[in-house]
């Protein structure tokens, strides 16, 4: 297969694009895990809940969506912080009663359990208010082109989403490295119970933790909702990606998050380019594979913020 230096560049620039928005989805999964310490299977949904709400407000307010989707992920982020409040919140309670190897599989079933019947809970709830039919997020940015030279062009609507991303993750580790609040999430990452002792409202931050958590899954949702179809199920499809991104760059690790999603993002454009586009994800599996075979903790490795 011959492939034109053109197209090549080209792919490699949407991957990049695609990576970006990887980045910041796999960002939100990754601080629940590092922060609160379970794997949320739910995360695919406030990604979904994101496009729709974004959708929603177009309909309702008119304007851009990519002025409305920071809206729509506040609006999700506080979803996040009722579900925490409502049913995390009270497993955590009861988990400090645990001791020993039976915490491991309080954590390892109760939760995921919990995440995955919120999950389906959200699908319906959005076939119910939305219907099955997929539909799109209406912008003008998507019918304005960008012309570079040797023939390459991409929407504005992709890069403004990659703008978006990237300002996000930079706005994200930016917080977390000169803020209290963020080195309190730090803190409590590293060692809740120390946390606690030092005057750390655990909780607190636990809901701090999923508001930032939805929130940055549901911006993605709303960004790339005018690119590609919105539809109930499309969180099933992104929460895989989602994992491949969190484990290939260290479970808990923000920094390697934001990398490995650039990765796989160019690893599944360049892969649909040479193998075909039915072999994108494969790819990414590959990928994610191969480095926990060469590393296994990870590119960054866990724990580090």
Not at 99 to 116: C, E, N, P, R
């Amino acid at each position: 297969m011959i492939v034109q230096l053109t197209e090549l560049i080209e792919q490699v620039l949407f991957g990049l694009m695609i990576g970006g928005i990887y980045g910041v989805i796999g960002v939100g999964l990754t601080m629940i895990f590092g922060v609160m310490r379970f794997s949320n299977f739910a995360h695919g949904e406030f990604y979904m809940l994101g496009a729709y709400f974004t959708y929603t407000l177009v309909i309702l307010l008119g304007g851009d969506p990519y002025l409305l989707a920071p809206l729509a992920a506040i609006a999700v982020g506080i979803v996040g912080i009722i579900l925490n409040k409502l049913l995390f919140k009270s497993l955590y309670r009861e988990l400090k009663e645990i001791k020993g190897a039976a915490a491991f599989y309080f954590q390892d079933l109760k939760f995921i359990m919990l995440t995955i019947g919120i999950s389906i809970l959200f699908v319906d709830l959005a076939l119910v208010l939305w219907g099955p039919i997929p539909m799109s997020i209406p912008s003008s940015l998507t019918r304005v082109d960008i012309k570079l030279p040797g023939d390459l062009s991409f929407s504005l609507a992709r890069l403004l989403a990659f703008v978006i991303a990237i300002v996000t993750m930079v706005g994200l580790y930016s917080f977390l490295k000169l803020t209290k609040t963020g080195r309190a999430i730090r803190a409590t990452a590293q060692n809740p119970s120390a946390a606690m002792l030092v005057g750390v409202n655990v909780y607190k931050i636990y809901d701090i933790t999923m508001f930032l958590s939805t929130g940055l899954a549901a911006l993605a949702g709303g960004i790339l909702g005018p690119i590609y179809n919105v539809y109930p199920t499309m969180g099933l499809d992104v929460v895989a990606i989602a994992f491949v991104v969190v484990i290939t760059g260290g479970m808990g690790n923000i920094i390697g998050s934001m990398l490995a999603g650039f990765l796989i993002g160019l690893a599944e454009s360049l892969g649909g380019l040479f193998l075909g586009t039915e072999y994108r994800e494969v790819v990414a599996f590959a990928i994610m594979i191969l480095v926990l075979w060469i590393k296994p903790e990870g590119i960054l490795g866990g724990g580090k913020k």
